[in-house]
């Protein structure tokens, strides 16, 4: 005899499984405010398998030397610069080029309605970019080969006194501010599945290829004066980067951010940016989460053939990096001016192998931070 449900089981049942979408399912989905998620980064990487689309794809970033470790930093969408322009965010993340990305999460799926800082001529201006239309991060429903497509708007406004002198002078007329009015087209495919490595860690994960077509116009303001169109007298990619860039997003069910995103020149499909998150990583040789304090980081530790040191949480300032050989005799020496976090990029082909010391020397000589590295021989 077959049991019909009551309306209180049917009920019961409805509230236990929206409870398990927005509850149960999302226990470290989107990572906590307080965490910090490291990110290598490469640019111009070379020996990147990204060709293959099928569903039972290999994937091998591996290779990629990514001598920039940044950090993406969850914050508090109430309390970050920008905060007031996004009353609906439930989500913040202040990504490794100082902006702050904010978002409204959905069950599982993550819309990004815009965010707090803006780059022209490489240079970071403190303005708010707010879409229209919110763009979906990960679309986790979407089944194999589905494609969507987003337009959306956001017009940026700033002062001209927020460039550099050099950007300055650079603009067609003497004007007082800047509007940017930004159109985005986004075409985005679920086009494989399968395994991604990168460092000796590999991951299950889903890839959406996206397309992104920008159109750029660019209006000055003198004094009182309306607003004048000077698009055509400026060159939008050498103020904002190509107008097209391709992407590809690696996804994992186990996170609402992509663990890797690949970008590639529109032209010749070969990658021009890596950039992957590295928590096991980092866990393996027990890196901090937290950084308040100078400090100084080599990886990989033991090295081969190169060595990374990041410089963290220093005054500006000039200084330099010098490695010391088992007898404490210096035998490498890199001066670096410090403005902000910094990487420095060491070639040990030619050291010999065994311990040795890297150290941070400040413009006075001293030896403020020392460490152990470990060099090896392939």
């Known amino acids: 005899m077959r049991i019909k449900p009551t309306i209180l089981q049917i009920v019961f049942l409805s509230l236990a499984m929206l409870f398990m979408r927005h509850g149960w399912s999302q226990a470290g989905y989107f990572p906590k405010q307080g965490d910090t998620l490291y990110f290598l980064v490469d640019r111009m990487p070379d020996n990147v398998s990204i060709a293959d689309h099928s569903r039972h794809s290999r994937w091998d970033l591996s290779m990629a030397k990514a ?44 819309y990004l309605l815009g965010q707090f800082g803006f780059y022209i001529y490489q240079q970071f201006v403190p303005a708010i970019v707010r879409f229209d239309y919110p763009f979906i991060v990960n679309y986790p429903s979407a089944h194999f080969g589905q494609k969507w497509e987003y337009s959306s708007r956001a017009t940026v406004e700033f002062s001209v006194n927020e460039l550099q002198p050099a950007f300055v002078s650079r603009l067609p007329v003497k004007a007082d501010s800047i509007r940017v009015m930004i159109n985005i087209d986004r075409m985005t495919t679920r086009d494989a599945e399968g395994q991604l490595k990168y460092e000796i860690i590999y991951d299950d994960v889903i890839r959406h290829f996206t397309k992104e077509v920008y159109n750029y116009r660019i209006w000055l303001r003198v004094g009182d004066k309306p607003w004048q169109d000077f698009s055509g007298y400026m060159d939008a990619n050498a103020l904002f ?47 901090e989460d937290q950084l308040t304090e100078p400090d100084i980081y080599a990886f990989p530790n033991p090295a081969i053939g190169y060595v990374n040191i990041e410089l963290n949480n220093l005054k500006p300032g000039r200084y330099k990096v010098a490695l010391y050989n088992f007898l404490a005799q210096e035998v490498y020496q890199m001066p670096v001016v410090v403005s902000s976090d910094e990487t420095v990029r060491i070639d040990i082909t030619e050291f010999d192998k065994g311990p040795y010391l890297y150290a941070l020397i400040d413009q006075y000589g001293r030896r403020i931070i020392t460490k152990r590295l470990t060099i090896l021989k392939p």
Do not use: C
């Open 67 to 110: 001598p920039y470790l940044r950090p993406v930093v969850p914050v508090h969408p109430g309390r970050a610069e920008g905060n007031s322009h996004f009353p609906q965010a439930d989500y913040a993340l202040k990504m490794e080029d100082r902006t702050i990305h904010y978002y409204k999460k959905e069950g599982k799926e993550l």
């Open 241 to 287: 980067g190509p107008s097209i860039q391709y992407r590809y997003d690696f996804l994992n069910n186990a996170f609402g951010i992509p663990v890797a995103s690949v970008w590639v020149d529109s032209k010749n499909s070969k990658p021009v940016r890596v950039k992957y998150w590295v928590r096991s990583y980092l866990d393996r040789f027990q890196r």
